[in-house]
């Protein structure tokens, strides 16, 4: 297998429940080079009420790179508050270019602080660790990457100790975010909650115990409504002027004024509003098939070192996952977090909106997978402080 094509040539699964398994994996070619992305205190951002920015500068990282790498596939998958994704050599030296310059830009735009690292894949392997990859099929059109190994969590880890960073660019120059964009309102919980999941492994690595685990939670959540899909099958609501525009506004800005870009984008949100109010097909969008499509291509929930999932949850499977994730932890196979809220949000990259490729990636709206991932490092601090 030539290794800048690996992730292309790896094969499609479209059953989710079967990347519970490490079997189905693949480990990342020896050359290749893993990167991660995260912003500074994003819980500090969320008490701020800016998770929708939170959000939109963690999907960023992801714009910014397919748009440099000219829509060339490769693995990534989406936290919330960052990327994690992986990258052949050849494209090494403009990833770590993207990043420096991102970092800059982000803070000058929006007054956050992201931290970025990028690593060869030996490094993590010299540490016992691996980063196996897969493709989950969504859709026709669309497929995200899954991960397991425990290399990617490792990274993240060494970044935010200040490991591997790729430091900011002196030059602010606006990335291509081209595609990105958060023009839908947020999604009412129509089941009772929106439930942020992130559970992981309890040990160094995954156990024949923690796949079980994870294999109650797929099935407890099968029983949900379309296995509890946060987003409706005719996509999410719109309203006018989206929620999203000032945010949209600043990433497709380029060096022009904000002002201006928020005018323009009124009219041209107000035009694609009456489009899909309307349900007509207009040349070639067809805005019944595109909220459809948007639906079938949502990220609701994913493998990354640990099962994530967003998921539209009513009380009594509720409670049944509470009790089941307690006995698991109890039992000493998983750390978990949770985090309920009332809405999901989504934030998405369309190349076109007349193709099926675009992307959308489903979190909670009020803290979200931010939120579940806090709970379990202050649990993991309690437990070193007594210990």
Not at 274 to 295: E, I, K, N, Q
Not at 339 to 359: F, G, K, L, N, Y
């Amino acid at each position: 297998m030539e290794t800048h094509t690996f992730y292309e040539d790896l094969p499609r699964g479209d059953r989710f429940s079967d990347f519970a398994q490490p079997k189905n994996y693949t480990p990342l070619p020896a050359d290749w080079l893993v990167g991660c992305c995260d912003i500074v205190d994003s819980t500090g951002l969320i008490a701020a009420g800016r998770y929708k920015t939170v959000n939109m500068i963690g999907a960023s990282v992801i714009s910014a790179l397919t748009n440099a790498m000219s829509g060339r596939a490769f693995p990534y998958v989406f936290g919330g508050d960052g990327a994690s994704f992986a990258i052949p050599p050849s494209e090494a030296d403009l990833c770590r270019a993207v990043l420096s310059n991102l970092r800059s830009w982000v803070s000058a735009e929006f007054g956050v602080d992201l931290r970025a690292a990028l690593l060869p894949i030996e490094w993590i392997r010299a540490e016992g660790l691996e980063v196996r990859v897969a493709r989950h099929a969504v859709s026709s059109g669309v497929d995200y990457a899954m991960f397991n190994g425990g290399g990617l969590a490792w990274a993240d880890h060494q970044m935010k100790e200040g490991g591997f960073a790729v430091e900011p660019s002196e030059y602010i120059t606006p990335p291509d975010l081209t595609g990105l964009s958060c023009r839908w309102s947020n999604i009412k919980a129509r089941n009772g909650t929106i439930l942020s999941l992130v559970m992981l492994p309890a040990g160094d690595g995954e156990s024949r115990a923690y796949s079980e685990a994870v294999s109650q939670v797929l099935a407890l959540s099968a029983q949900l409504e379309r296995s509890g899909h946060p987003v409706p099958g005719n996509g999410p609501p719109l309203g006018y002027p989206p929620p999203g525009l000032t945010l949209e506004a600043h990433v497709s800005r380029g060096t022009g004024p904000l002002l201006l870009r928020k005018i323009r984008l009124l009219v041209n949100t107000a035009v694609t509003g009456l489009m899909m109010w309307s349900g007509r097909r207009f040349g070639g969008f067809d805005p019944v098939h595109y909220r459809a499509t948007l639906s079938a291509n949502a990220d609701f929930r994913k493998f990354d070192d640990g099962l994530k999932m967003t998921l539209d949850c009513d009380p009594t499977t509720r409670n049944q996952l509470v009790d089941l994730l307690q006995r698991a932890k109890a039992a000493g196979h998983i750390r978990y977090g949770l985090h309920e809220q009332d809405e999901a949000m989504v934030t998405c990259i369309v190349p076109s909106a007349t193709r099926d490729d675009h992307v959308h990636f489903v979190d909670g709206a009020a803290g979200g997978y931010t939120s579940a991932a806090a709970h379990i490092k202050a649990e993991d601090r309690q437990v070193s402080t007594q210990t």
